[in-house]
């Protein structure tokens, strides 16, 4: 049965009526990657044994008539997320054997309704890095381009889904790590509002922009994934109880189009941007036009300093977070110290990778005495102005339109040495993180056979609108029902 | 700039051990970043409150409660433990 590139609705409904049970639709995406994988690397383990037995399960739920719109639905995870009992690396030889004793409260939220973790994705090493290539388990291939990166740093979880290898998967985005990946590869993926999905268990990255949530072939399979991850968390500290409760809906009607007025900042449109891609991105527009909506130009005067403030408060986090790895409570430990220094010191040379040492390096400058003022505290409050110039924004305007990405996917290796390079990779993302707000990638056309996403960002806790109006843009066009050609078949 | 010295020094601070390789690729990968982000110095930010959580927020904190279970299964993670106890290097001659 062709069903790969059927959408959560479709597929929940192909389970309650019981044309497919829930074992026989994850052997078939099991199926899948064990076929397409060896190409792409998406995966670090799958999850075959248990997730036959979740699945059977989740049958025993539909057949008691005790399931949920997700109840049998395979989904895999971004392997920073702990699940229990299986391995959890992060992309880093330092987690290469750590077993979690807990899950995430991602993820035991979606095991109790019942959907199958077949897998955990591929990463950047410890979520640092925009194109999965500093992962210990090798690259990601992007499958619109098997020369190309699928973006990062959640870069196994966009490729999965892009293969059509898993119907849906998590990522984290820090400074665009969902976001750039679903633009990449062709896919709707979502960043929450700060403290809007808890972040217990996920392993952390910069504790202050860290933030999960899914990525998936549309708006509406985000939204139903983002209702059940969404919410309060006492065991999250930063998890925050302004977050909607409500179940998003998806029902924005035309009449309302006409009162929603989006910002385009005309910076970002005029430095540094791809030309093909701001032409694809016109083009969309001129689609949400038609539907009604109002456009205005806008303002956000101090965009040219969000990358050197990004990495440093991230940076300086990363240097504090991952002062855990010491080589004596969990993780990769040296042979035969000599003392507590050289256990420390030599487990954190031969666990972590370049890059993550550089970051952690960074940060401890950036943290240290006689620097704090310098680096930190001058990148902190400029995280406030931009912060307050989105706010400036949203007096004037509903919502902001953006490009995710100043590229398309580039070439393996071609950003490997040029660390700056890459690091601009992140400008348009990286600023929605520093400020907090939620926003979404949408896929909206092609540049030279590579697919072009751009973000719909809102105010804090709008991800039911940002979800809303893509969704109407999905009604209207099919560029997110695309398959790659090599995975478009069973 | 940023020298090798001063790379040691900071992968000392970093509790990172690096060898002569990692040293060079260390300090022009480090020197590079610092140069990128000199821009900062331009804005004045004098009147300019920082920003640590956005949305502001308060953290919560939550009772300190003892998880047997989660202890038990925390220590067997380590890489060198007695089922009580983390094992380390002496510490002490």
């Not at chain 1, 008691?64 to 992060?90: E, Q, V, Y």
């Not at chain 1, 077993?99 to 955990?120: C, E, F, R």
């Amino acid at each position: 049965m062709d069903i790969y590139n059927k959408s959560i609705t479709e597929l929940s409904d192909l389970l309650s009526k019981k044309v497919i049970s829930s074992l026989e639709m994850t052997d078939y995406f099991i199926k899948r990657i064990k076929l397409f994988d060896s190409k792409l690397n998406s995966f670090i383990t799958i999850n075959e044994d248990e997730a036959r037995k979740q699945a059977a399960f989740a049958d025993s739920m539909i057949a008691n008539k005790k399931n949920h719109l997700l109840t049998g639905i395979p989904i895999a995870h971004k392997d920073l997320f702990s699940t229990k009992g299986l391995l959890t690396s992060c992309g880093s030889k330092m987690l290469e054997n750590y077993i979690p004793p807990y899950d995430a409260t991602v993820v035991s939220k979606l095991n109790n309704l019942g959907m199958v973790n077949i897998g955990k994705t591929n990463m950047d090493e410890f979520a640092m890095g925009s194109s999965n290539e500093s992962s210990y388990f090798g690259p990601v291939k992007n499958p619109w381009n098997l020369d190309r990166v699928p973006g990062g740093s959640s870069g196994g979880s966009a490729s999965a889904v892009a293969a059509r290898l898993t119907p849906i998967a998590t990522g984290s985005d820090t400074g665009g790590s969902i976001r750039q990946p679903a633009s990449f590869c062709g896919l709707t993926g979502l960043k929450p509002t700060y403290g809007s999905v808890s972040r217990y268990g996920m392993i952390a990255y910069a504790s202050s922009l860290d933030q999960g949530g899914p990525i998936a072939k549309s708006a509406e399979d985000c939204a139903i994934l983002y209702n059940e991850i969404k919410g309060f968390d006492k065991n999250d500290p930063t998890s925050n109880h302004e977050v909607k409760q409500n179940n998003i809906d998806l029902r924005l009607s035309k009449d309302e189009v006409k009162n929603i007025t989006i910002g385009i900042p005309k910076k970002y449109f005029s430095e540094g941007l791809d030309q093909n891609i701001s032409n694809v991105i016109s083009d969309s527009i001129d689609v949400f036009k038609k539907m009604g909506f109002n456009f205005k130009e806008i303002s956000l005067p101090n965009h040219s300093y969000t990358i050197p403030a990004y990495y440093i408060i991230a940076s300086a986090e990363a240097s504090s977070n991952l002062s855990r790895y010491d080589g004596v409570k969990f993780g990769h430990r040296c042979n035969d110290p000599k003392n507590l220094i050289d256990l420390y010191s030599r487990t954190r040379q031969e666990g972590f990778g370049k890059e993550v040492k550089k970051r952690i390096m960074i940060g401890a400058y950036a943290l240290s005495s006689g620097y704090y003022d310098e680096y930190y505290m001058r990148a902190l409050k400029i995280r406030r102005i931009i912060r307050d110039d989105f706010l400036s924004a949203f007096n004037e305007v509903d919502y902001i339109f953006a490009p995710t990405s100043p590229s398309t996917a580039f070439k393996i290796g071609e950003k490997t040495s040029n660390a700056t390079d890459m690091y601009l990779s992140d400008i348009y993302t990286t600023p929605v993180n520093l400020a907090g707000l939620p926003a979404l990638s949408i896929p909206v056309g092609y540049s030279d056979n590579l697919p072009v996403g751009m973000q719909i960002i809102g105010n804090d806790f709008t991800e039911d609108k940002i979800l809303e109006i893509a969704h109407l843009f999905q009604k209207e066009t099919d560029w997110h029902l695309h398959v790659p050609e090599a995975f478009s078949h069973e | 700039m940023f020298d090798k010295k001063k790379i040691k020094d900071v992968a000392q601070l970093a509790m990172i051990a690096v060898d002569d390789n990692d040293l060079s690729y260390f300090s022009s990968e480090i020197s590079e970043f610092l140069k990128t982000i000199e821009q900062m110095d331009a804005i004045n930010l004098s009147e300019i409150n920082p920003l640590y959580h956005a949305p502001d927020m308060s953290l919560k904190g939550r009772e300190d409660e003892v998880d047997i279970d989660a202890k038990n299964d925390g220590i067997n993670c380590s890489p060198n433990h007695n089922g009580k106890y983390f094992i380390v290097p002496k510490v002490i001659d």
